[in-house]
């Protein structure tokens, strides 16, 4: 019966996160992040919210890192306002490395593709 709590409790923040983020964070290296996932230990005190920016550049994907955790704590006062829980779990943000991944099996398949096409 725990784990329904855990899953519903995720879905939650992840819905909320991408409210908080679309709306209440005014920091313009967070505009382009998408939350995917969010993981929260069974106790519920820690979530890790994973997301995953358009940003090819190194540098933007540190300073959208550095931004993120500059808003840490607007994004955990306002999901213990919307959230009815105890306590509002400590957030740990995570870049999401399987879109890169994806996009990187795309482009070798088409890159056999093209392989194939030339002979």
Do not use: C, W
């Amino acid at each position: 019966m725990a784990n329904f709590r855990v899953g519903r409790v995720s879905q939650e923040i992840l819905r909320e996160v991408n409210d908080i983020l679309s709306k209440k964070v005014r920091d313009p290296r967070v505009q382009e992040i998408t939350i995917t996932e969010v993981d929260v230990t069974g106790d519920l005190q820690i979530a890790t919210v994973y997301y995953t920016t358009l940003q090819t550049l190194a540098s933007e994907r540190q300073a959208t890192e550095r931004g993120l955790e500059k808003s840490k704590g607007l994004i955990r006062r306002e999901l213990g306002k919307r959230l009815s829980l105890y306590k509002t779990p400590e957030l740990i943000f995570k870049r999401d490395e399987s879109v890169d991944y994806g996009n990187h099996i795309e482009e070798l398949l088409k890159s056999i593709q093209q392989e194939d096409e030339q002979r």
